[in-house]
């Protein structure tokens, strides 16, 4: 059992975890006061119908899960909305540690894995934007920490949480519990049942209210929200070129405006992208793998972002990430496979989602915790290897 096995954190490595955390507020509180605001549509929008949610106990969109908005709606705009996202990106630093310390019992990996997402620019720059990636990669982290820990119902209410931010995930949490308790903590049959149980009974309990406003919202039973149909067409449609989701480039929604009935015209787009699916299999092919260059793209694909500021930012923050934790899964990945198979079916389940979909840099934030974690673990086993062998050849 992995949890069982991580020993306490030696004195030195919590003063370091903690002057890395502090460290962490202070450089997402300066880029809070320094970065305008980007004005993301996205931000502009959870802040609305947050208020609106709590004046009027409707979420005023069928395209957005209710977590983040209503978190919005209680703290206000500006700086109450700013502290929240500060605060949720810090205590992924603190988690991200933990996770690395859990998973691979290695100090140093951890303390190095804290720092690198740190100073991450993404996740500095996510923490003061307004949009929903702080709040779901730290519900997500501790998720992950709470299954290799063993901790089944904590992590139960964690992802259920990251769902009703983002509903990427819901779908392969099945698959992760059971593979956490019967082969990453050797559980006995029953209590592998019983895990999966508590999950169902916790998903229900806590999406019940939202299924609640969504029967009073749309008259049926919808059981996430009505951005499947619209994301799929976005996706998949003769105007597509990129692979992308921008409105009146890759889609042209106003096809479906005569459509009244939210869930009508969710399932109409729905119906729309599938048909371009059958038709033109061999376009659906090349769009996805568009999608997923995209997906993995080392620097934004949006003009305003795609200046040489950027460019030269993305490539010199990610690509010795991506670099590092390519020679860790092919180094050492293959002796760590079954503790890290959770993370990397979460990687294969996200970049195939986004392949169906639509792709963007963006979607692929909440993968980059754990590509650092992987990138550490290397960046401190390579310098171990380093070490003996300039010892040896002293000697």
Not at 110 to 116: C, D, G, I, K, N
Not at 251 to 259: A, G, P, V
Not at 282 to 291: D, Q, S, T
Request: glycine share 8%.
């Amino acid at each position: 059992m992995i949890g069982s096995i991580v020993p306490p954190a030696p004195r030195f490595g919590r003063k370091f975890l903690v002057a890395i955390v502090i460290f962490a507020a202070i450089l997402r509180l300066a880029a809070a006061l320094l970065l305008p605001d980007q004005q993301f549509p996205d931000a502009i929008g959870y802040r609305q119908i947050g208020r609106d949610l709590w004046s009027t106990g409707v979420l005023g969109t069928t395209y957005w899960m209710p977590l983040y908005p209503a978190l919005v709606g209680l703290t206000g705009a500006g700086w109450g909305q700013m502290t929240l996202d500060i605060a949720l990106s810090t205590i992924a630093v603190w988690l991200i540690y933990r996770l690395t310390l859990t998973v691979f019992v290695d100090e140093m990996a951890a303390l190095l894995a804290a720092f690198m997402v740190s100073i991450y620019p993404y996740f500095v720059f996510y923490a003061v934007v307004g949009l929903t990636e702080s709040l779901f990669i730290a519900l997500l982290l501790g998720a992950f920490f709470c299954w290799y820990r063993g901790s089944f119902g904590i992590a139960a209410v964690l992802v259920v949480l990251s769902i009703l931010t983002l509903p990427s995930i819901e779908l392969l949490v099945p698959f992760l519990i059971l593979y956490f308790a019967a082969v990453v903590h050797r559980l006995p049959a029953a209590m592998v049942v019983r895990h999966l149980a508590v999950y169902a009974i916790i998903y229900a309990a806590l999406m019940s209210p939202w299924w609640l406003h969504n029967y009073r919202a749309y008259g049926s039973f919808v059981r996430l929200n009505l951005a499947s149909g619209f994301v799929f067409y976005s996706g998949n449609n003769p105007l597509n070129k990129s692979g992308g989701g921008i409105a009146g480039q890759d889609f042209d929604q106003t096809l479906f405006s005569t459509i009244s009935d939210p869930v009508a015209r969710d399932r109409a787009m729905w119906n729309a992208g599938a048909s371009f699916v059958t038709e033109y299999p061999r376009r659906v092919v090349e769009l996805a793998g568009l999608k997923f260059v995209r997906f993995w793209r080392l620097w934004p694909y949006v003009q305003e972002y795609a200046t040489p500021l950027y460019v030269v930012l993305s490539l010199v923050s990610f690509l010795p990430v991506l670099i590092l934790s390519i020679v860790y899964l092919i180094g050492w990945g293959w002796r760590d496979r079954v503790r890290i198979a959770p993370i990397m079916a979460w990687g294969a389940y996200l970049t195939l989602i986004h392949m169906i979909f639509i792709g963007s840099l963006r979607y692929r934030l909440p993968l980059e915790p754990f590509i650092i974690m992987f990138a550490a673990v290397a960046g401190i086993r390579l310098g171990r290897w380093q070490l003996t062998r300039h010892k040896g050849d002293l000697a």
